[in-house]
Every structure is written in structure tokens, then in C-alpha cells.
């Protein structure tokens, strides 16, 4: 299995800030990552696929980068609606594996 | 619009059978593969498994491979999660997931199940 780790485990930031979240890859998985945001008692949501491609509806605040083993999310200008948690996922071949997630708190 | 509507929450003791549902609509069933994704007490996400409604055809992660199954009934647009024997270990949530681009991607999520085995 490829497995993916996530850097921080946690993060405390400000409203206003800009954070970025790391995610690496036991392999390559060319851009086969995606990126969910999860709050306390709901399920994740989609943010970017294709390590770099922000899924509709979500705020242009959010970006994402990398190919090969390192991808990395952006968050810029920090809302409150932002603190949650964050995971990286790939999708290059099965078993699709998670980060263990980012906590960012304020 | 796309749903995913889960069922409800479940109580059981080890060693019992149980199998939980996915209700999908807004879409065209057999063109989407369904995931699986569990998330224990407190801790994060794990990618179970996922289906094709078209063939019926699943695949699970080798970490539940035995141990769950994956199926669905194309008449009535629904997954299903199935376990033989329940263990205390198997206590969480779980949540179906749609495929939307690719069965990967996972755009569209149901709203979980929480299953307490005890």
C-alpha cells in the first residue's frame, strides 16, 4: 500500500493568516492527490483534486501544488469557517490511502 | 442534486451480523463507483473499499479484506457495508463516498453511520 504522511499533525494559526499543510507519498503518484476538509461531526469535503485543482465551490483562498511524492495545500487569508481538519488522500491506484490528518485550530 | 442518505445508527453485540445502507440519487447510479471510508473514535479517515453499480464488480483494501463486504441493488439506487461477525473493534463511523471524475476522487459524501459494537 502507499502510504501518505501529513505534516503538521497540528496547526494553530489567526484569522488572516496563510498556513500550508505538506502531505508525502511512500511512491509516486504523478498528481493523483486529493485534499478533503473535515469539522467535527460531518463528513469530509472535497477541496482540490489533481493535486492543483480546486473542486467547485470552494473559496480561491484554497490552492494546491506538487507531483511525484510532495504535495502541499495553501491556505491564504484565513476564515473562521477554515479551522477543521484536512487530509490528503491519493487516488493513483487501490487501496486509496489517507493522511492522518491536520488539525488547524485557532 | 447529488445525495448520498445513509442509514441510521446501529447498536449491536460482537459476533452479530449487521448491513448498512447508502440511498443514492440525483444522478445516474451505474456510472459512479461508491467508496466506503471509516473513521474510528477520534482518529482518521481509512478507505475501505468501493463498488461498481454497473457490474456489481468491488474491491476491498487488503486491511478489511474478509472482513466486510461491499454490494449493491441497482432497482432501489443503494450501496450496502455487510458484516458477518461484528467486533468490538469495528465501533465507528462510516461514511459512503461517490466517485465523481474518477473512483478516487470522492465528491459527494453521505452523512455516516455510526455503528457501536458492545
Known amino acids: 500500500d502507499i502510504q501518505m504522511t501529513q505534516s503538521p499533525s497540528s496547526l494553530s494559526a489567526s484569522v488572516g493568516d496563510r498556513v500550508t499543510i505538506t502531505c508525502r507519498a511512500s511512491q509516486t503518484i504523478r498528481t493523483s492527490l486529493n485534499w478533503y476538509q473535515q469539522k467535527p461531526g460531518k463528513p469530509p469535503k472535497l477541496l482540490m483534486y489533481a493535486a492543483s485543482s480546486l473542486e467547485s465551490g470552494v473559496p480561491s483562498r484554497f490552492s494546491g501544488s506538487g507531483s511525484g511524492t510532495d504535495f502541499t495545500l495553501t491556505i491564504n487569508s484565513l476564515q473562521p469557517d477554515d479551522f477543521a481538519t484536512y487530509y490528503c488522500?491519493?487516488?493513483?491506484?487501490?487501496?486509496?490511502?489517507f493522511g492522518q490528518g491536520t488539525n488547524l485550530d485557532i | 442534486e447529488v445525495q448520498l442518505v445513509q442509514s441510521g445508527a446501529e447498536m449491536k453485540k460482537p459476533g452479530e451480523s449487521l448491513r448498512i445502507s447508502c440511498k443514492a440519487s440525483g444522478y445516474s447510479f451505474s456510472d459512479h463507483w461508491i467508496s466506503w471510508v471509516r473513521q474510528l473514535p477520534g482518529k482518521g479517515l481509512e478507505w475501505m473499499g468501493r463498488?461498481?453499480?454497473?457490474?456489481?464488480?468491488?474491491h476491498n483494501s487488503p486491511s478489511f479484506q474478509g472482513h466486510v463486504s461491499i454490494s449493491v441493488d441497482k432497482s432501489i439506487t443503494t450501496a450496502f457495508l455487510q458484516w458477518s461477525s461484528l467486533k468490538a473493534s469495528d465501533t465507528g463511523m462510516y461514511f459512503c463516498?461517490?466517485?465523481?471524475?474518477?473512483?478516487?476522487?470522492?465528491?459527494?459524501w453521505g452523512q455516516g453511520t455510526q455503528v457501536t459494537v458492545s
Open positions: 463516498a461517490l466517485g465523481t471524475y474518477d473512483s478516487g476522487r470522492l465528491g459527494f
Open positions: 488522500q491519493h487516488n493513483y491506484i487501490t487501496p486509496y490511502t
Open positions: 463498488i461498481d453499480p454497473s457490474d456489481s464488480y468491488s
